[in-house]
């Protein structure tokens, strides 16, 4: 993928620091990566960059410190919020890449990969920060291809109390995933078919949710 011009990343970023977050704390990181050996590293990928958005409450710490204040921590509380505010930040950084012609793949891939080794890479904070999600930019090949990838909304939305699938719905929902025409899930049904699986959900259960690693 072509470099992305520095003015065009630092719009993005711009945008993505001005996304609305809890208590005007922005207990959150962003590691600005251009390197295609780094990029790969870290979450497997490689593009025009790689900006991974990390849960970190460190600013705030040494704000404190240096100020001779307790900062009042809460383990979960302070996860969540600065997840959400990491989150929110990263959507919003692909919502200014596209006004800019600028293609994006918000990946968990960061995840995928040694931790220690990541944490290295990225000379990152052993405490209180955490890599959340990882958003890669580029130009996309097909720049005029118009495509929007299926989504769920039975068993997503639900109104005034919340509604379990039907085992017929259970069922539409697996047809759903199965069809060739609707890109619903991961991978395409080549892949998954050429493996002997008679659905994608099974694919998905045994092959990707089953190499999914705690960290």
Partial sequence: SKPIPQEDLEAIL????????????????????????????????????????????????DIADYMQQDYKRSATIDFITGGTDAVLAAQTATIAAASLGIASLIT??????DFDALYEL??????????????????????????????????????????????EEIEEEIARFDSREGKYGLTSYTQWEGMGFKHYYEWFYQ?????????
């Fill in 108 to 113: 968990n891939g960061v995840h995928r990969q």
């Fill in 207 to 215: 092959v990707w949710n089953g190499e999914q690693k705690d960290i």
């Fill in 122 to 167: 990225l000379h990152l904070p052993k405490e209180y920060c955490f890599p959340m999600i990882g958003v890669l930019l580029g130009y996309s090949a097909n720049p005029e291809a118009k495509h929007f990838k299926g989504r769920m909304t039975k068993g997503v939305i639900h109104y005034d109390s919340y509604h379990h699938l039907t085992e």
């Fill in 14 to 61: 711009e945008a993505a620091v001005r996304t609305a977050n809890s208590s005007s704390r922005q207990a959150y990181s962003v590691m600005v990566l251009t390197d295609k050996e780094k990029m790969k590293a870290a979450c497997g990928y490689t593009g025009a960059a790689l900006l991974v958005f990390c849960v970190d409450q460190n600013r705030l710490i």
